[in-house]
């Protein structure tokens, strides 16, 4: 395996984010009291608990460096994950930026934010 960098991101209570995040694909790969790490297609995210945290206040975040975008953020939608510009979870659609970089932003059930950024061909 190549070297490489995993998020470590807050949960307030791990049963609820395993089931979120189920319904975007990923699965189970560790858990035990004090951690949790669910994958997805190469995509690893590691969660630590943090059952006090406030979602409003919440500044934790990461980027998913992603083939297919688009392909997320429609699976997202299909989870029931709404397209809108407050509140969470939710998802806001990719689109080209200024850098020239496709990207989407996804907020999970922790206030955890999660930017979708399109892997250059």
């Not at 307030?12 to 949790?36: I, K, M």
């Not at 969660?47 to 297919?68: I, T, V």
């Not at 970089?101 to 950024?117: E, S």
Request: charged share 20%.
């Amino acid at each position: 395996m190549a070297d490489h960098a995993t998020p470590n991101l807050p949960s307030r209570d791990y049963a609820h984010t395993v089931r979120f995040y189920e319904q975007l694909g990923f699965e189970t790969s560790w858990h035990d009291t004090n951690w949790l790490i669910l994958e997805r297609d190469g995509i690893c995210l590691e969660f630590f608990r943090y059952p006090d945290l406030d979602a409003a206040q919440s500044s934790f975040s990461c980027c998913l460096r992603l083939d297919d975008v688009y392909a997320f953020h429609k699976i997202c939608l299909d989870a029931g994950i709404p397209e809108q510009t407050t509140g969470w979870p939710r998802i806001h659609a990719p689109k080209l930026e200024h850098s020239g970089m496709v990207v989407g932003y996804f907020v999970d059930l922790d206030g955890t934010l999660l930017r979708l950024v399109q892997n250059p061909e």
